[in-house]
């Protein structure tokens, strides 16, 4: 089963991150639960969603306390919330940043974590691009598919048109494919330059 | 008609900002807001959304009551926003005593102190009960009316935003007409709020003939400072509603707060006025009137009557609302 | 159709299905989304004629109903915690006037201080209220539950709560299967009232009783309810005819078989206790766990009997009596009368604490060395406890406990985990 954690402050879409996850994932064929960590916060406060993927049903009802997968959907939660708490040591990383992964100062964190597991990218410059606003949801989930693996790019892409119909899904699915791509050549990248080094 | 000359708008916006003015004023007259002595009762690090008016109206409304009543004050709170925003344990940004029992019963633990207070003959405090539009024109209803019958020593303020913000935006009985609200949705035969619904509280207060009744909105500070202050010098029921934009349930900009309620009132929509013993004594006249578009078309809770195809029905119904507020209230005399 | 879909809309799915005549609500978490999109539903006039009026309070609410009830119409509403105390009066007397409203309870805890996260102090603090309560365990079990609950509180004219996790399951997005309107016409019949206001043919509803024969209308209602006892398992057949799956039904066993230990919960979390009965076992622990389906009429017989060769029963509840300890654990007990079982009560997940497996696993092997104290509450922080205790002994006007417990544990703001 693999768990995932979504952070994000209130009014940026965390819950609809989560649910966009587990629907693709249904599409793909597989068992999929998606809840938030509900609370009172109102617009800008941090808040958390959880997603489980797994090849049977579900059952458990635990909030996920060692994740898979961390998604931090706004770059100025770093340093403020716990957000790598319980982070799997093969686990996997996805930050929505314009600055390098070396200028947000987490090595600490990411130490045991393979190459080409984490990914910094900025979600929102692809948002603002293709829908005019800055929503980072459908790049993230581009991205997710990228370096994850899980789920399959097309389902991302056909959960998100079911939960948003119309222009906005259209727009909302170029990004998302357009972050894929991006995130896949950044990973191969990584990977490539480690296997020049070990040539060398 | 010496009421009227106190509630002589000062007029210190420049036009087309939306800022008040204080520095063109002589000390005494400026808000008790842009004094260095202000209590801060609502401190700042409270959990409202951005452009929140309630959490504007809250400040400005606490800060003048401190000051009229020398510090003496205590403030019960319904549930709702403000109560949420302001008090998760262990932070508060209340700087007063300060109590949140529950949704429906604010005025009557209110009532409750006031009498506690007799029964130790303090008479020096003040007792305040506030609450959103949901928790006084709904289901603390009763209770409202209930203080305003025994006159009890009271000042209820209502923050009116027009509907159930904290649960997430549904429709409460001061939701305006046609507004899109979460159980009152822009779809169907008449898409948003039922129009002929609605509950005129500050004109059923005024009904029980009670000391004081006052509408005010964060559109006006000035003037909502000078009403509290003036409704702590009276003992009795007093009665104060104001009006509070809410960004995130009306999709408005949180930058244009005070532009959305200044054109509630500029365009007659919501009547500003003033009464005393069951008597309207005075109203603010309307400075330029405005058509009700330029107020609806800054929230997307209206999103839905400027089509395609328009609404011109609705937009006309809403605009004969404004037009009889201004000639009940005598707005443009 | 099964989809990925969140519960609250699920079931407002179901409940439109329902046909329901008339919906009278007052919003409150957790329970919004599941009136909101009824709310709509209704306006689009997808749930053909029926009325949904946006009330004052809940005690409106349910009051409204009332009086549509008696009026021989279909109704339904949901609420949660306060607003479920808020109608408490009119929940009684729906019930005593034998009307067969369908309510959904999105499960919350209730203040002060306030809470908005899931426990079941809500539908515990009303189980004598003479209406049916039902537990869902998953959102599936919610949908269904909802569907079988019109036809049993019509055929049996009596109300009925169908209790579902607030947040857990109301907000979860999980798979679920959705019928659709044919299979629901097939299954449900139109409601036939056994009392109904009509100029036609004029009634009196509610008037007095009194010592007369009180008792005997008490006693009534009591047949009435132990008859839901028979009429479930009848329902549940009927469902599983209707729709192909097993929902439902009074209470039942999962991997009793040659358990020594039982676990018995309602709600969402027998899912979390099931995964920590698979671990155990997987270490050659003997335990297996029982769902309690039906809570009111509670289903003493049935459920002693899937208790048959356990001699150790761990009742895990979201509720507390306070000054006395478990409420569920007092009712098992009961239906255990004159038999050599050991009874631990072990309170969780109060206020939305999310119960973990490894709490649950590390639970039952203390109650399997005699270790638990009683009650046992889960996960409790002794420290805090035991620092407030001491501050209150040095200081007399101490403010709120809550207050000070949070700064001792150094939370900022409200957090769920
Ligand atoms: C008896 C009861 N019913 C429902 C609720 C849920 N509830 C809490 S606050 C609120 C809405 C508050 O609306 P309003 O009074 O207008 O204040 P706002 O949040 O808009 O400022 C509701 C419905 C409750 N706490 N208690
Ligand atoms: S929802 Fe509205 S009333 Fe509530 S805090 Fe936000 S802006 Fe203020
Ligand atoms: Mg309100």
Redesign the pocket.
């Known amino acids: 089963m693999w768990q995932i954690r979504i952070h994000g402050r209130g009014g940026q879409g965390v819950v609809t991150a989560a649910e966009l996850l587990a629907m693709a994932a249904f599409m793909d064929g597989k068992y999929a639960q998606a809840f938030p960590s509900f609370g009172s916060e109102r617009m800008g406060a941090p808040v958390v969603a959880f997603c489980r993927v797994a090849e049977g049903a579900i059952r458990t009802r635990e909030t996920v306390t060692r994740p898979d997968v961390v998604i931090i959907q706004d770059p100025t939660l770093l340093h403020q919330v716990d957000l790598f708490g319980g982070l799997a040591p093969l686990g996997f990383v996805l930050i929505n940043s314009t600055q390098t992964l070396d200028a947000l100062h987490i090595e600490e964190f990411l130490s045991t974590l393979p190459l080409g597991h984490v990914c910094a990218f900025s979600a929102t410059d692809l948002g603002l691009k293709y829908l005019k606003r800055p929503i980072a949801n459908g790049p993230l989930l581009g991205a997710f598919a990228a370096i994850t693996g899980l789920i399959r790019l097309a389902s991302v892409e056909s959960a998100i048109q079911q939960k948003f119909p119309g222009a906005v899904g259209e727009a909302n699915r170029a990004a998302a494919r357009e972050a894929f791509d991006v995130v896949t050549t950044s990973i191969t990248e990584q990977r490539g330059i480690v296997h020049h080094a070990h040539a060398d | 008609m010496d009421e009227a000359m106190t509630t002589e708008r000062i007029k210190f916006y420049q036009t087309g900002t939306f800022t008040a003015g204080n520095r063109l004023l002589d000390e005494a007259t400026r808000t008790v807001q842009s004094r260095l002595d202000r209590t801060n009762s609502l401190n700042s690090g409270h959990r409202a959304c951005q452009g929140c008016g309630?959490a504007l109206g809250a400040r400005y409304a606490l800060d003048a009551a401190m000051r009229a009543s020398h510090n003496q004050l205590i403030a019960v709170n319904?549930?709702?926003?403000?109560e949420v925003f302001s008090s998760p344990y262990p932070e508060s940004a209340w700087q007063i005593p300060w109590m949140h029992s529950?949704?429906?019963n604010a005025p009557a633990v209110a009532s409750g102190i006031a009498a506690a207070l007799r029964a130790k003959r303090r008479d020096d405090v003040t007792v305040i009960a506030q609450?959103?539009?949901?928790?006084?024109v709904d289901?603390g209803f009763g209770c409202l009316s209930g203080m305003f019958e025994r006159n009890d020593d009271v000042l209820y303020l209502c923050?009116d935003?027009e509907?159930?913000?904290?649960?997430g935006i549904?429709r409460?009985g001061a939701t305006p007409p046609f507004a899109r609200t979460n159980t009152t949705q822009a779809v169907g035969e008449h898409p948003g709020n039922p129009i002929g619904n609605g509950k005129n509280v500050p004109r059923i207060a005024l009904a029980h003939g009670i000391p004081y009744v006052a509408t005010a909105s964060v559109a006006d500070l000035h003037d909502l400072e000078r009403k509290v202050t003036k409704a702590i010098g009276v003992r009795g029921a007093r009665y104060i509603h104001v009006h509070v934009p809410?960004p995130l349930g009306w999709g408005s900009d949180p930058a244009h707060t005070m532009k959305v309620a200044r054109l509630a009132v500029e365009s007659g929509l919501f009547p500003l006025f003033e009464a005393e013993f069951g008597k309207i004594i005075c109203s603010t006249p309307i400075r330029r009137k405005v058509p009700v578009e330029r107020y609806l078309e800054l929230q997307t809770r209206f999103k839905h009557l400027f089509g395609p195809p328009q609404d011109t029905e609705a937009l006309a119904a809403i605009q004969a609302m404004a037009d009889d507020n201004i000639a009940v209230y005598g707005l443009m005399e | 159709m099964r989809m990925q879909i969140e519960g609250s809309q699920a079931v407002a799915d179901a409940i439109a299905l329902c046909q329901p005549e008339v919906i009278a609500a007052?919003?409150?978490?957790p329970q919004t989304h599941i009136v909101e999109r009824l709310s709509r539903k209704t306006k689009q006039g997808h749930i053909g004629r029926c009325q949904f009026l946006n009330v004052e309070?809940?005690f409106a609410a349910l009051s409204v109903l009332i009086g549509a009830s008696a009026s021989g119409a279909r109704t339904y509403t949901a609420t949660s915690s306060?607003?479920l105390l808020?109608m408490a009066e009119a929940v009684y007397n729906a019930a005593g006037l034998g009307l067969p409203i369908v309510m959904t309870i999105a499960n919350r805890a209730i203040g002060a201080p306030i809470n908005i996260w899931n426990d079941h102090s809500d539908s515990m603090a009303l189980r004598d209220a003479e209406w049916i309560q039902l537990f869902a365990e998953d959102n599936q079990d919610a949908v269904d539950l909802h569907i079988q609950a019109f036809r049993l509180a019509e055929s049996l004219s009596c109300p009925v709560m169908v209790c579902m996790d607030g947040y857990v399951l109301t907000h979860a997005y999980e798979p679920v299967d959705v019928p659709d309107a044919v299979q629901v016409n097939a299954y449900l019949p139109p409601y036939d009232p056994v009392q109904v206001l009509d100029p036609e043919r004029p009634v009196s509803i509610g008037a007095m009783v009194g010592p007369e024969a009180f008792t005997e209308v008490k006693y009534f209602s009591h047949q009435q309810h132990l008859r839901a006892l028979e009429v479930m398992p009848e329902l549940v057949e009927a469902f599983e005819q209707h729709f192909q799956r097993r929902s439902g039904g009074l209470c039942s066993a999962y991997r009793m078989e040659d358990a020594d230990i039982a676990v018995i919960a309602m709600g969402s979390v027998i899912g979390t206790i099931k995964d920590a009965v698979d671990e155990l076992r997987n270490t050659g622990v003997r335990v297996g766990c029982v769902k309690i389906g039906c809570y009111r009429p509670f289903p003493k017989f049935q459920v002693s009997a899937l208790l048959e060769k356990t001699t150790r029963v761990i009742v895990v509840e979201k509720d507390l009596a306070v000054g006395m300890g478990g409420i569920v654990s007092a009712d098992v007990q009961s239906a255990l009368q004159g038999r050599q079982i050991s009874v631990h009560t072990v309170i969780a997940g109060l206020g939305g604490r999310s119960i973990s497996t490894s709490s649950l696993k590390h639970m039952i092997l203390e109650a399997r060395a005699e270790r638990l104290t009683e009650p046992y509450f889960l996960d409790l922080n002794k420290t805090v406890i035991e620092q407030e205790l001491a501050r209150r002994r040095d200081i007399r006007r101490a403010g709120p406990v809550a207050e000070h417990m949070l700064q001792t544990m150094n939370v900022i703001g409200t957090k769920v985990s």
Not at chain 3, 26 to 29: M, N
Request: hydrophobic share 30%; glycine share 18%; net charge negative.
């Open positions: 309630e319904a549930t709702g926003c403000l529950l949704f429906g609450g959103g539009d949901g928790a006084t289901i923050y935003n509907a159930y913000m904290n649960t549904q409460s809410c | 007052y919003p409150i978490s309070s809940e306060q607003g808020f």
